[in-house]
């Protein structure tokens, strides 16, 4: 699908569907008393329908219209986001946590979200916490239209750099696709690290060296220079190099979170574990070889980037 396909027609619909929604808080607001938050009982601050359950049946039939309107919206711009030079994960991510926001909105209740995070100690990663969310606290009518309005003003701005993609693939030719977004030659290596086991060490050198035999640049969480958090640039590590490498030995759970983020991106990962070490049940259906030393890893990797790559290593086996 082109990246611009929806461009035009999807900005339309998005402006038709924010008035659409003033007119439905707007109608709310003047009838419905307004609980401020300070004056809210602890029972009623868990109480998701506190607001809704004041809605006739005719202002609930319209929120639910609405909110399937915004579900389909948000699909399409979803797609087009994923097919779009100009837009990136992060924007698709947006859409998706920016559709829960607004159908929580309109059924008038709060909308939590908490990205994963890595945990980390001088550049050391120690686990994962993975994302949460959740719908549990009522909405007034007032603090749900400013939900909306900021939500629906984000979605806006991802649909016009799908709109500004159109010209862009339109005037330079380029193919808009997910691996246009890739870096090539890169891979990020993921793997338990400890100062107290060297072992490690000879297993990362040996899987940069392989990859240097195929051009591609290779590197582990300790090896990126970075200014802020070393959060982001894991993730955009998995977000964006062209290969992703995992070693499940010593069964670490940020390797499996780590692993599990890039599937959920629908990253494919060469994953390797040492002889004896066990599969988790989320991963147990993917090829994982098992290795008994470095050599056997080397020839096992070689073999495996071989038929990725379609070309021969150079300077190796």
């Excluded at 100690?121 to 900021?150: C, I, N, T």
């Excluded at 990962?269 to 008994?292: Q, W």
Aim: net charge negative; proline share 3%.
């Amino acid at each position: 699908m082109e990246s611009g396909r929806y461009a035009g027609e999807l900005g339309s619909q998005l402006t038709d569907m924010r008035r659409a929604a003033a007119t439905y808080f707007d109608e709310l607001e003047a009838a419905i008393p307004v609980k401020e938050d300070n004056w809210i009982s602890s029972f009623d601050a868990r109480n998701r329908d506190l607001y809704w359950g004041q809605l006739t049946d005719e202002q609930r039939g319209n929120a639910r219209q609405l909110a399937q309107r915004m579900l389909d919206l948000a699909g399409q711009l979803a797609e087009a986001a994923r097919n779009s030079p100009l837009a990136s994960e992060a924007d698709v991510r947006d859409v998706m946590i920016g559709a829960k926001t607004l159908r929580a909105a309109l059924l008038l209740r709060k909308f939590y979200h908490t990205p994963i995070e890595v945990l980390h100690d001088e550049g050391m990663v120690l686990g994962v916490q993975p994302a949460s969310q959740s719908e549990e606290e009522p909405a007034s009518p007032s603090a749900a239209s400013r939900a909306f309005d900021e939500w629906i003003g984000k979605l806006v701005g991802i649909e016009e750099l799908i709109a500004a993609s159109r010209s862009l693939t339109a005037g330079a030719g380029v193919q808009s696709s997910a691996s246009a977004k890739y870096r090539p030659g890169t891979a990020f290596i993921i793997m338990a690290m400890s100062k107290g086991k060297p072992e490690l060490d000879d297993v990362v050198d040996a899987v940069k060296e392989v990859f240097g035999q195929f051009g591609v640049e290779a590197v582990r969480a300790d090896d990126i220079e970075h200014e802020g958090l070393i959060t982001e640039r894991i993730i955009k590590e998995i977000e964006t190099a062209e290969f992703l490498f995992a070693d499940l030995s010593l069964e670490r759970p940020n390797v499996y979170y780590e692993v599990d983020y890039a599937h959920a991106m629908k990253r494919r990962v060469i994953l390797f574990r040492s002889k004896g070490t066990g599969m988790h049940f989320d991963l147990a259906g993917y090829n994982c070889p098992e290795y008994s030393n470095i050599r056997e890893l080397r020839q096992l990797l070689s073999q495996r980037l071989r038929h990725v790559t379609n070309r021969d290593p150079k300077g190796g086996d």
